[in-house]
């Protein structure tokens, strides 16, 4: 058995295979968990999300799933420190890299995904998300190996997910349960079409 190496060939992409209903289910549960401050039901979901999405193996995926934590602890402040946000990013990106096939710059991933946080949170409540929308683009681009266009359809559906969480958290739906899951299956489609692209 040959050692894995961090940086895997660009072949290795193709054969990653994940389950887009089981990642959507995990990732949606985590966003609920996050906003209902339930940390250690979102340290496990984040743990589940790591190895059903990149294959990272337990134990290390508790070590993803604590960098992507730490993350979002540093980047909550108004007042962050963009280097340290960016710097955790990184370190889950290596590992999702290493597990996963797929063949991307952790470094360019971890300021994509920090350039999606600034974004959401700046155009919370605005109408023109195309801003969000280009950077989802490019973060789902550089992530699976597929091509912008590939990767537009996934990035719409995304954003959709975002406005709907933020229609909860922002206390404006009128269907609380009605839109979370509404939220996951725009995570389900989001994740079929990266999927069917891949």
Not at 6 to 33: D, T
Not at 45 to 55: P, T
Not at 78 to 100: C, P, T
């Amino acid at each position: 058995m040959t050692r894995m190496t961090e940086a895997a060939p660009a072949s290795a992409a193709r054969r990653l295979r994940f389950n887009p209903e089981r990642v959507a289910y995990f990732e949606a549960a985590g966003w609920r968990a996050y906003y209902d401050r339930q940390w250690l039901k979102l340290l496990r979901l984040i743990v589940a999300l790591c190895q059903e999405q990149f294959r990272i193996p337990f134990p290390t995926s508790l070590l993803a799933a604590y960098f992507v934590t730490r993350a979002s602890v540093a980047w909550a402040p108004v007042n962050h420190d963009i280097g340290v946000v960016q710097a955790f990013y990184e370190k889950f990106y290596r590992l999702a890299r290493r597990y996963s096939g797929l063949d991307f710059d952790p470094a360019q991933a971890a300021a994509l995904e920090t350039q999606y946080n600034e974004v959401h949170r700046r155009l919370v409540g605005q109408p023109d998300k195309r801003e969000f929308i280009e950077t989802m683009v490019q973060l789902h681009s550089v992530l699976f190996g597929i091509t912008p266009g590939q990767a537009r359809a996934s990035a719409e559906l995304r954003v959709r997910a975002n406005n709907t969480v933020d229609l909860i958290t922002g206390r404006l739906s009128t269907d609380v349960e009605g839109d979370w899951a509404k939220l996951e299956e725009y995570l389900r489609q989001c994740y079929r079409s990266i999927a069917q692209a891949m």
